[in-house]
T-cell receptor, first 112, second 113 residues
């Protein structure tokens, strides 16, 4: 079956520093890998995705890296801001356009 | 309008009550979802509607009954719930079924007493 895990439950960074959130997965048949952000009292918000045939994708202040060899996904946030404080979930979509499976989440705390 | 709205925000119900959760989107999305999220846990998929037809039921107990009256509305009817059903119920929508980019509402915080 699919399982998605995160290395650290809580990550604390200083404002302005770069943040790296990691995620391990087991289902190599996934076609998409996705990061969602969930702020307190809100639903998850899509951040960025990456197809399984890519190893890097950049967005605005965010970069997602995919290492299929070791089944590892990471989200890098540049110049972390207080507004980035949230729980970050990695998710994957099984091949064949199946439902999303969410990982257990990492809480990012940005210290002023 | 890029918003998914959910009502009510909070709901407390007894185990013998019948209640409904409502979800609405006006983005023209053709897929809508119900997720359940327990505290400090990730969202878990319950149901998927695609073009107003139920396409996925993740083995959800029959005390949860989804309904999609039209492409903009999604309901979740609740009956004879258990205290362990207390959770945040999230609605989401996407342009097509099982799209990776889903738009989530703020959720309904349900407490079953």
């Amino acid at each position: 079956g699919e399982s998605v895990g995160l290395h650290l439950p809580t990550l604390s960074v200083q404002e302005g520093d770069n943040s790296i959130i990691n995620c391990a997965y087991s289902n190599s048949a996934s076609d998409y890998f996705i990061w969602y952000k969930q702020e307190s009292g809100k639903g998850p918000q899509f951040i960025i995705d990456i197809r399984s045939n890519m190893d890097k994708r950049q967005g605005q202040r965010v970069t997602v890296l995919l290492n299929k060899t070791v089944k590892h996904l990471s989200l890098q946030i540049a110049a972390t801001q207080p507004g980035d404080s949230a729980v970050y979930f990695c998710a994957l979509r099984g091949a064949g356009r199946r439902a999303l499976t969410f990982g257990s989440g990492t809480r990012l705390q940005v210290q002023p | 309008d890029t918003e998914v709205t959910q009502t009510p925000k909070h709901l407390v119900m007894g185990m013998t009550n019948k209640k409904s959760l409502k979800c609405e989107q006006h983005m023209g999305h053709r897929a809508m979802y119900w997720y359940k999220q327990k505290a400090k846990k990730p969202p878990e998929l319950m149901f998927v509607y695609s073009y107003e037809k139920l396409s996925i039921n993740e083995s959800v107990p029959s005390r949860f009954s989804p309904e999609c009256p039209n492409s903009s509305l999604l309901n979740l009817h609740l009956h004879a719930l258990q205290p362990e059903d207390s959770a945040l119920y999230l609605c989401a929508s996407s342009q097509e079924g099982l799209s990776v980019e889903q738009y989530f509402g703020p959720g309904t915080r349900l407490t079953v007493t």
